[in-house]
């Protein structure tokens, strides 16, 4: 038996198999980095805001949001659409819809957090697909 194989399974599960959302983010800092920006109270700052669709501004700003909780300077990486459309400047009636979209793609999820209100944010394990999904339409779809 390997020293591997002597350890209890859930440890070998703990040390070999885990996955947190931070190895993720690790993972696609660099190409993030070029999206967006988080200011030191938090806010999140959309680059090229002005080349994107609805859809893929509201991905930028949930992922800035996931960047912006893993660096501790934000409560949550949750948004509401009243959040969104303050931060983004998106029509406010148009996110829901934007959101469905990004909902029925696996991309982005919602719950309810104060009993009226849904607080939407991107998948963990989409994130990568997300930045594939941005970058398609600021690189004119050619990959990198």
Not at 27 to 48: A, D, P, Q, Y
Not at 68 to 73: C, N, R, S
Not at 101 to 108: F, P, Q, R, T
């Amino acid at each position: 038996m390997t020293s591997t194989e002597s350890k209890p399974l859930k440890q070998r599960v703990l040390d070999e198999m885990r996955y947190a959302a931070e190895d993720m983010l690790d993972k696609c800092f660099e190409r993030s980095r070029e999206i967006v920006r988080i200011r030191e109270n938090g806010r999140i700052f959309v680059l090229s805001k002005d080349l994107l669709d609805g859809q893929r501004t509201l991905l930028s700003y949930l992922l800035g949001k996931r960047y912006a909780y893993a660096a501790d300077l934000s409560e949550t990486y949750k948004a509401s659409v009243e959040e969104l459309a303050e931060e983004t400047g998106l029509n406010r009636n148009s996110i829901p819809v934007w959101l469905g979209e990004l909902k029925d793609k696996g991309l982005v999820e919602g719950d309810r957090g104060d009993g009226r209100r849904v607080y939407h944010y991107l998948k963990e394990s989409r994130i990568e697909d997300a930045l594939k999904m941005i970058q398609e339409k600021l690189t004119g779809g050619q990959h990198e």
